[in-house]
């Protein structure tokens, strides 16, 4: 039997593909070649407006219909600083104020407990479909079958900020600071129209660098 985390994850798979008006809608074409997977890094801030959109427009889709050819990073950060000596307190200064601070937090101690790649593309979006991820950390955490307790530790804890000051290098790696937030990152490298494109269609940008797929 299915688990209640299977069954609402589907639900959101097909709630993805089924609300997409025809025009949309793409065919995935298999073809014979083999291909690696493609690494994408997605630089976000939890209370941003156009990751908001990103995450709920454009992941859901694109993760549906191609999971299984990429492999997703979630950094939450954005265009958020520290301030404060680093041999001593440490403040996060975030975009977006204080709240999403917070919000970046709690998503990276709950991303560090899911090691289901299916689960965490669930997770962020739901945890992003409102107006503070914090009340909305418990509800998306149940729906996944993720203790928060666990993420509620890591918060209070060195933990929580180690994992922010390492999604703070991770992020200052591909730009200091950020042009853009989100920012779609593939293999490592930054490119200005995969950017671009990116923020349109999503699941058009990932099916262009896999020679193992075809979208029509």
Do not use: W
Request: charged letters at 20%.
């Amino acid at each position: 039997m299915f688990g209640r985390s299977y069954v609402a994850l589907a639900a959101f798979m097909l709630l993805a593909l089924s609300s997409l008006p025809a025009s949309q809608q793409k065919t995935i074409v298999k073809g014979n070649a083999s291909c690696d997977k493609l690494k994408i890094g997605i630089y976000y801030e939890s209370l941003c407006p156009d990751s908001i959109r990103f995450v709920l427009t454009q992941l859901p889709r694109a993760y549906a219909s191609l999971k299984e050819y990429i492999d997703i990073t979630f950094v939450p950060f954005g265009k958020a600083y520290t301030k404060g000596d680093p041999d001593g307190d440490i403040e996060f200064v975030c975009q977006h104020g204080q709240i999403e601070c917070e919000g970046n937090r709690m998503q990276s101690c709950a991303l560090s407990f899911i090691p289901d790649p299916d689960k965490r593309a669930q997770f962020v979006p739901c945890v992003m479909n409102g107006t503070d991820p914090r009340v909305l950390g418990p509800k998306c955490a149940a729906e996944i079958g993720l203790n928060y307790g666990d993420v509620e530790r890591c918060y209070a804890t060195d933990e929580g900020l180690n994992l922010q000051l390492q999604a703070q290098s991770d992020t200052y790696a591909i730009q200091n600071p950020l042009n853009f937030v989100p920012t779609i990152v593939y293999n490592g490298d930054f490119n200005q129209d995969l950017q671009d494109s990116s923020l349109s269609d999503f699941e058009g940008t990932i099916c262009r660098q896999l020679p193992c797929v075809s979208c029509t």
